[in-house]
């Protein structure tokens, strides 16, 4: 039963680094999609794949990039990281209706 | 701009007391509301939902209720527990349009 799995829970990087959140689900959903928490804020969509080979950008895209690389699995990638994008990502999935099942979340901080 | 809206950052309520989370959106395209709830350290996890054709969805202690014409909906816990402490989001969605959009969230603290 591990539904929407992503890795790392913790994280610290220095402005300028990259890195890539894992993520993998067990639901044989479809879609998939990051979210981002911040104070005041709620969750805010960054890029999402409605299906196995295709993604798109959501609300807050700026500074990331997505892979899907088969139908389990959504990577988000930073290439250049910002003190802006510390934050907590969440991962999430969801097949037939619109109810959302989301990750843990992993915690970056980018100093 | 965002399209859901939580105005009440916060709710302190008593155990076996009533919490009411209120929630407001803009876009009249909504048709599927969904409330999720958040324990620190964890992610989202579905409470319960509703859609435009109802008034009214009850789940236990939950029910939920939608104005379509206010463009409101609401959460109540009866009777309210401890372990009903932890954020509250709202979410809508349009039926041609998987993507959910989140309201800013209500941090529910039930005392003893």
């Known amino acids: 039963n591990a539904g929407v799995t992503q890795t790392p829970k913790f994280q610290v990087l220095k402005t300028g680094q990259s890195m890539t959140l894992q993520c993998a689900q067990d639901m044989n959903h479809n879609s998939m999609y990051w979210y981002r928490q911040d104070p005041g804020m709620g969750l805010r969509l960054i890029y999402y794949s409605a299906s196995e080979g295709t993604t798109d950008k959501g609300e807050v895209p700026n500074g990331y990039n997505v892979s899907r690389l088969n139908k389990r699995e959504f990577s988000l990638r930073l290439e250049s990281a910002a003190p802006s994008q510390t934050s907590v990502y969440f991962c999430?999935?969801?097949?037939?209706?619109?109810?959302?099942?989301f990750g843990e979340g992993s915690w970056l901080t980018v100093v | 701009d965002q399209q859901v809206k939580q105005n009440s950052p916060s709710l302190s309520v008593q155990e076996g007391r009533i919490s009411i989370l209120n929630c407001d959106y803009t876009?009249?395209?909504?048709?599927?509301f969904l409330w999720y709830k958040k324990y620190p350290a964890e992610g989202p996890t579905f409470l319960i939902s509703i859609s435009s054709i109802k008034d009214k969805n009850e789940d236990g202690r939950f029910t939920v209720f939608l104005n379509k014409s206010a463009k409101h909906l609401s959460l109540h816990i009866v009777p309210s527990q401890p372990g009903d402490s932890a954020v509250y989001f709202c979410?809508?969605?349009?039926?041609?349009?998987?993507?959910?959009?989140f309201g800013a969230g209500t941090t529910v603290t039930v005392r003893a």
């Open positions: 876009n009249s395209m909504f048709d599927y």
């Open positions: 999430a999935s969801t097949g037939l209706g619109n109810t959302i099942y």
């Open positions: 979410a809508a969605s349009a039926s041609n349009d998987y993507k959910l959009s």
